[in-house]
């Protein structure tokens, strides 16, 4: 990450990324199988699934997937709402990729298509009944929807150099599109 913010995303090869932490570049390539796999990460999509199916069914999906949202991004910052003057070193990194994402075409374009996977991750978690066509449309619709105000979060929280947290501006992003009602006050309720 320091020398694509160092250097420019396009200025830098595998090759340059493979020598500074002292591998080879097939070694970079077995785990991460393109460049712009090395800043877009897909672990928030599991923590995010995994918060979406521990939700509970009786709650609209918007809040469901909404909650989910923000309690990933909880756990992926550390933003647990305490008073923190310093942003921890996952939160700096989150950034630096975003910020990265935001500037760079080709990991916009990737960023785009990951949304779709993570959409589809994200609905299957919802485990409602994918025979019925008209559920499964709610859940892409709905899904889709938070999706959107968590993106217009990111973009701000980028765009803020990180001084709100990043769950906070989620939740405030998802109570301007669907209420406030769309993310619980309260942990797991």
Request: hydrophobic content about 45%; proline content about 4%; glycine content about 6%.
């Amino acid at each position: 990450m320091r020398l694509f913010t160092d250097r420019g995303y396009d200025a830098v090869t595998v090759a340059d990324v493979a020598e500074a932490v002292g591998v080879s570049a097939m070694t970079v390539f077995r785990h991460f199988p393109t460049k712009e796999d090395l800043v877009l990460i897909d672990q928030p999509a599991r923590l995010i699934a995994e918060r979406v199916a521990a939700s509970s069914a009786t709650h609209p999906l918007v809040r469901r997937v909404g909650g989910a949202l923000v309690e990933a991004a909880t756990a992926l910052t550390g933003g647990d709402g305490d008073d923190r003057d310093e942003p921890a070193a996952n939160e700096l990194f989150l950034l630096d990729c975003l910020r990265l994402m935001v500037s760079t075409p080709a990991l916009r374009a990737r960023h785009l298509d990951s949304q779709y996977t993570l959409q589809q991750t994200i609905v299957d978690a919802l485990g409602d009944d994918a025979t019925d066509p008209d559920a499964a449309f709610r859940a892409q619709a709905a899904t889709s929807a938070c999706l959107a105000a968590m993106h217009t979060a990111l973009t701000r929280w980028a765009e803020d150099n990180g001084q709100t947290k990043l769950p906070e501006l989620i939740a405030q992003a998802l109570a301007a599109a669907f209420g406030d009602d769309a993310v619980a006050t309260g942990r797991r309720d």
